[in-house]
Nanobody
Framework: QVQLVESGGGLVQPGGSLRLSCVVL????????VGWFRQAPGKGREGVSC????????YYPDSVKGRFTISRDNAKNTVYLQMNSLKPEDTAVYYC?????????????????WGQGTQVTVSS
């Protein structure tokens, strides 16, 4: 099956930036909607971004809008999450997700594929 491999997490100071990458193995990126979820300790998984397959329309919750940007490079089979102006509340494990429906309008449990996660810690 498709495997998603995240990288790029780490420790940054408040106001700093990180760029997460997700490489899609065993599939073609342009066949999927792709996105990112995050999970802070003791909390559930929260969607933070999605890009639709058909027209590349992007979606963000208010908590990250204006600070995070999702993009994809189909030639490299890679999706990115650029995170700027990071806040301590952004600290979480970030997961790459993909779905063959191509739609971002699906429930959390309906995403076909999940990565293993990469840790992002924002602290002074």
């Amino acid at each position: 099956q498709v495997q998603l491999v995240e990288s790029g997490g780490g420790l940054v100071q408040p106001g700093g930036s990180l760029r997460l990458s997700c490489v899609v193995l065993g599939g073609t990126l342009n066949n999927y909607a792709v996105g990112w979820f995050r999970q802070a300790p003791g909390k559930g998984r929260e969607g933070v971004s999605c890009i639709r397959r058909s027209d590349s329309m992007t979606y963000y919750p208010d908590s990250v809008k204006g600070r995070f940007t999702i993009s994809r490079d189909n030639a490299k089979n890679t999706v990115y999450l650029q995170m700027n102006s990071l806040k301590p509340e952004d600290t979480a494990v970030y997961y790459c997700v993909a779905d063959g429906s191509g739609s971002c309008l699906i429930r959390r449990d309906e995403w076909n594929y999940w990565g293993q996660g990469t840790q992002v810690t924002v602290s002074s």
